[in-house]
């Protein structure tokens, strides 16, 4: 090659990588210059962290948290992933370094604990409050001398910190324990109170009627997420715009409806009410739930739990809308199961018996446990009509039309003529057979709590149980 013409290659070489290498910096630069929420929305994943607990191990979207965190997710066209941590210490570092973009799990409004950090604006509140089982309290003076536990590093110990130094003599340990497990020591007696969520309170007597309410700590305080805002504050904006959203359309009072609402016919008083109905109702009425879930390949329990849902096992029961008995059985459906005598409580618990073994008969196949039979009792409560009517709206809209999860969010769809109008069986109340069915598990455990030993006939999936993790519970037969 002559050497001008080697000059010239080498100078357009040259030219052509320099050309490069700005396209290649502009290209990093603009990547760089995104927002957090760009990048996320690159990536397509928002990253939650939560503390380790029974309720969302492994990150399982079987909570109000998670599953209004994936309701985020899906608003920025994302992805949600859940990873759990077992300290509030490593989740605050978590989203500090970077690890994760949000922290969900309750956590109450106070001062960050880095200047890095923010919190979004509220979507609901708790209050700090001492529990006990053995030992009651009524004041915070009662409590020198005894021994109480807090979680460690958790907003409620600052709460404990604050009453230690008005009570110096407090006995009062920090442990590095989930909720549940803080719990058990205090209806063990290994503890004599604890300091805990009021949120978590409501969830978990239920399966610890003995643990008992003493006295609140603070008002309430804001609940809300947790973010990363040293570099830019863009995915707490966009919280903040999707909770003032949610808020203003009505659908984040629905959505704390469906998973706190019903809790509150789960206080002490719900709990010792059913307890008695346990021991003064259920008795005349178990041989007939017995037999009719051994013939209809059912669980007696769940029966009974359908039961007293539906009339707290009165068998004479009566509603406004012409339903009756025990199992609540409209004329129309007693005289196609031939039940001749609604009141009759024998002829009601089998006529219910088999009107759910039909109607889970009758779900598609492809349909398994646990839903299918979350699917069946929605099915009992609203009809099979309204059942299908939701999932083909769910389908539509890119939900699952085969996972109560995502059908649970559709359901309530059914209220609005922006949906119903379109459907084969128009409007239904869709909000109430997600309660319903929520409600039904929640006895349905307690049953199986008080009532180990499984019955005759089970046909149930051991996918059934337990309905709520980290419940320590016999497994079916």
Same mark, same amino acid.
């Given at each position: 090659?002559?050497?001008?013409?080697?000059?010239?290659?080498?100078?357009?070489?040259?030219?052509?990588?320099?050309?490069?290498?700005?396209?290649?910096?502009?290209?990093?630069?603009?990547?760089?210059?995104?927002?957090?929420?760009?990048?996320?929305?690159?990536?397509?994943?928002?990253?939650?962290?939560?503390?380790?607990?029974?309720?969302?191990?492994?990150?399982?979207?079987? @909570?109000?948290?998670?599953?209004?965190?994936?309701?985020?997710?899906?608003?920025?066209?994302?992805?949600?992933?859940?990873?759990?941590?077992?300290?509030?210490?490593?989740?605050?570092?978590?989203?500090?370094?970077?690890?994760?973009?949000?922290?969900?799990?309750?956590?109450?409004?106070?001062?960050?604990?880095?200047?890095?950090?923010?919190?979004?604006?509220?979507?609901? +509140?708790?209050?700090?409050?001492?529990? /006990?089982?053995?030992?009651?309290?009524?004041?915070? +003076?009662?409590?020198?001398?005894?021994?109480?536990?807090?979680?460690?590093?958790?907003?409620?110990?600052?709460?404990?910190? +604050?009453?230690?130094?008005?009570?110096?003599?407090?006995?009062?340990?920090?442990?590095?324990?989930?909720?549940?497990?803080?719990?058990?020591?205090?209806?063990?007696?290994?503890?004599?109170?604890?300091?805990?969520?009021?949120?978590?309170?409501?969830?978990?007597?239920?399966?610890?009627?003995?643990?008992?309410?003493?006295?609140?700590?603070?008002?309430?305080?804001?609940?809300?997420?947790?973010?990363?805002?040293?570099?830019?504050? =863009? &995915?707490?904006?966009?919280?903040?715009?999707?909770?003032?959203?949610?808020?203003?359309?009505?659908?984040?009072?629905?959505?704390?409806?469906?998973?706190?609402?019903?809790?509150?016919?789960?206080?002490?008083?719900?709990?010792?009410?059913?307890?008695?109905?346990?021991?003064?109702?259920?008795?005349?009425?178990?041989?007939?739930?017995?037999?009719?879930?051994?013939?209809?390949?059912?669980?007696?329990?769940?029966?009974?739990?359908?039961? *007293?849902?539906?009339?707290?096992?009165?068998?004479?029961?009566? =509603?406004?809308?012409?339903?009756?008995?025990?199992?609540?059985? @409209?004329?129309?459906?007693?005289?196609?199961?031939?039940?001749?005598?609604?009141?009759?409580? @024998?002829?009601?618990?089998?006529?219910?018996?088999?009107?759910?073994? =039909? &109607?889970?008969?009758?779900?598609?196949?492809?349909?398994?446990?646990?839903?299918?039979?979350?699917?069946?009792?929605?099915? /009992?409560?609203?009809?099979?009509?309204?059942?299908?009517?939701?999932?083909?709206?769910?389908?539509?809209?890119?939900?699952?039309?085969?996972?109560? &999860?995502?059908?649970?969010?559709?359901?309530?769809? &059914?209220?609005?003529? +922006? /949906?119903?109008?379109?459907?084969?069986?128009?409007?239904?109340?869709?909000?109430?057979?997600?309660?319903?069915?929520?409600?039904?598990?929640? *006895?349905?455990?307690?049953?199986?709590?008080?009532?180990?030993?499984?019955?005759?006939?089970?046909?149930?999936?051991?996918?059934?149980?337990?309905?709520?993790?980290?419940?320590?519970?016999?497994?079916?037969?």
């Amino acid at each position: 090659m002559h050497i001008l013409t080697r000059q010239r290659y080498l100078k357009r070489t040259l030219r052509w990588a320099m050309a490069l290498s700005v396209v290649v910096i502009l290209f990093i630069l603009g990547f760089s210059n995104l927002t957090h929420v760009e990048t996320i929305q690159r990536d397509g994943l928002l990253r939650a962290v939560v503390v380790e607990d029974t309720r969302h191990i492994n990150g399982q979207n079987t @909570t109000f948290e998670v599953s209004w965190a994936s309701t985020f997710a899906q608003a920025l066209g994302v992805e949600l992933q859940v990873q759990t941590v077992n300290s509030y210490a490593e989740l605050y570092k978590a989203v500090e370094l970077g690890f994760a973009d949000i922290a969900i799990g309750g956590l109450t409004v106070s001062t960050p604990p880095d200047s890095a950090l923010g919190y979004s604006r509220p979507y609901m +509140e708790a209050l700090h409050q001492v529990v /006990y089982s053995q030992t009651a309290v009524r004041s915070p +003076e009662e409590l020198v001398g005894l021994r109480g536990g807090v979680k460690q590093d958790s907003t409620q110990a600052l709460a404990a910190q +604050e009453l230690r130094g008005q009570y110096p003599d407090l006995n009062l340990a920090a442990y590095a324990l989930n909720t549940e497990a803080l719990i058990k020591k205090v209806v063990a007696g290994e503890l004599d109170y604890a300091i805990i969520d009021s949120n978590d309170h409501a969830f978990y007597q239920p399966f610890y009627p003995t643990l008992r309410h003493a006295f609140d700590l603070t008002e309430p305080i804001p609940v809300g997420w947790l973010f990363p805002i040293d570099k830019d504050t =863009s &995915l707490r904006d966009a919280a903040n715009a999707f909770i003032e959203q949610q808020e203003a359309s009505g659908q984040l009072q629905l959505v704390l409806d469906r998973y706190f609402g019903h809790l509150r016919e789960f206080d002490y008083v719900g709990i010792r009410l059913f307890e008695r109905h346990v021991a003064s109702r259920l008795p005349a009425l178990i041989t007939d739930f017995q037999q009719a879930a051994e013939q209809y390949n059912l669980d007696w329990r769940l029966l009974a739990a359908v039961g *007293y849902q539906e009339s707290h096992w009165r068998p004479r029961a009566v =509603s406004p809308t012409g339903v009756r008995g025990v199992m609540m059985l @409209t004329l129309r459906t007693a005289g196609d199961l031939g039940v001749t005598n609604r009141l009759n409580p @024998t002829q009601s618990i089998f006529g219910g018996a088999q009107y759910i073994n =039909s &109607l889970y008969g009758r779900l598609p196949e492809h349909i398994t446990d646990p839903d299918r039979m979350w699917f069946t009792l929605a099915a /009992y409560n609203v009809g099979l009509g309204h059942l299908e009517d939701a999932r083909r709206i769910a389908e539509l809209l890119e939900y699952s039309p085969d996972h109560w &999860l995502d059908l649970q969010q559709i359901l309530p769809k &059914l209220r609005d003529p +922006e /949906y119903y109008e379109f459907t084969r069986f128009g409007f239904a109340r869709g909000d109430e057979p997600v309660v319903y069915v929520q409600n039904i598990r929640r *006895y349905y455990d307690l049953l199986r709590w008080l009532f180990p030993e499984q019955g005759e006939g089970n046909g149930i999936s051991p996918e059934l149980q337990p309905s709520l993790p980290g419940i320590a519970l016999p497994p079916l037969l």
